[in-house]
């Protein structure tokens, strides 16, 4: 299993996670879901109204759409699943280089009245701007 771009996305996909919180997004985890997949929806849409492709195949192809909650686990899996051993799980995860391609490098908090309108303007592959917060701005 592999991330992958909405246009690079494979199809008859056994299980599609889905982070977007787009209504585009969601289609096409929807169209990329094989037989009996599972959709496993990880935005977060608020209070916005989003609309959903339930028909085309989504009946008939017997999809199942699963909400995620950051929170909490599943009550079936809580008891092997604790506070203690999901927190260890993700910072071995945060261990990975890979994430460092999505973090941008670091800019000062001071500097941010300058340069966030180009970090906002420019469009990459970085997700993640870096802001330092020094404790006392130098005078």
């Known amino acids: 299993m592999a991330f992958a771009l909405p ?9 599609v996670i889905h ?3 787009t209504a585009a997004g969601l289609a096409t985890a929807l169209r990329v879901a094989g037989e009996e997949a599972h959709v496993i929806e990880l935005s977060w849409y608020g209070s916005a109204q989003v609309a959903a492709p339930l028909g085309e195949a989504f009946h008939s192809r017997r999809l199942r ?12 899996h809580r008891p092997r699943w604790t506070h203690r051993r999901r927190l260890a799980a993700a910072l071995g ?17 001071y500097d941010l009245p300058t340069l966030l ?4 303007a420019t469009p990459g592959d970085v ?12 005078s």
């Open 127 to 138: 997700l993640c701007p870096l802001i330092r917060y020094p404790s006392a701005k130098a």
């Open 117 to 120: 309108p180009k970090i906002l």
């Open 19 to 21: 982070a977007s919180a």
């Open 65 to 76: 759409l699963l909400s995620s909650q950051v929170g909490q686990v599943a009550a079936s």
């Open 93 to 109: 995860l945060l261990t990975d280089d890979a994430l460092d391609a999505l973090i941008a490098p670091a800019v000062d908090f």
């Open 7 to 15: 246009f690079d996305a494979a199809s008859d996909c056994d299980v």
